[in-house]
Nanobody
Framework: QVQLDESGGGLVQAGGSLRLSCLASGRTFSSSAMGWFRQAPGKEREFVAGIRWSDGATLYADPVKGRFTVSRDNAKNTMYLQMNSLKPEDTAVYYC??????????????????WGQGTQVTVSS
């Protein structure tokens, strides 16, 4: 079983930055991928960014390219999402998710078996 715990959300002004963390526990992730998703009120959950644990290969959704950076620390079993130049439309609950085993990073939420509880990110204008 895998447990995922997000942290780092909060309230920030437009143009500001936040860093989210996702601590994974319960098993190793050598053949896994992890992703960040977000869900705003009244909208479907959408892919933000993902990373392949073995080699750090990344995938980003178009709306966040150039502003967000996903990374991982193997020793700490932690994935990060550095969010810069935040916009009000980035406001959402952000979730981390894991898929294992896998050779690729996928953007579909249904392809991830494990989910964290979510952390709120609010960007004020």
């Amino acid at each position: 079983q895998v447990q995922l715990d997000e942290s780092g959300g909060g309230l920030v002004q437009a143009g500001g930055s936040l860093r989210l963390s996702c601590l994974a526990s319960g098993r190793t992730f050598s053949s896994s991928a992890m992703g960040w998703f977000r869900q705003a009120p009244g909208k479907e959950r959408e892919f933000v960014a993902g990373i392949r644990w073995s080699d750090g290969a990344t995938l980003y959704a178009d709306p966040v390219k150039g502003r967000f950076t996903v990374s991982r620390d193997n020793a700490k079993n932690t994935m990060y999402l550095q969010m810069n130049s935040l916009k009000p439309e980035d406001t959402a609950v952000y979730y981390c998710a894991a898929r294992s085993p896998t050779a690729y990073v996928y953007s579909g939420p249904s392809l991830y078996q494990y989910w964290g509880q979510g952390t709120q990110v609010t960007v004020s204008s």
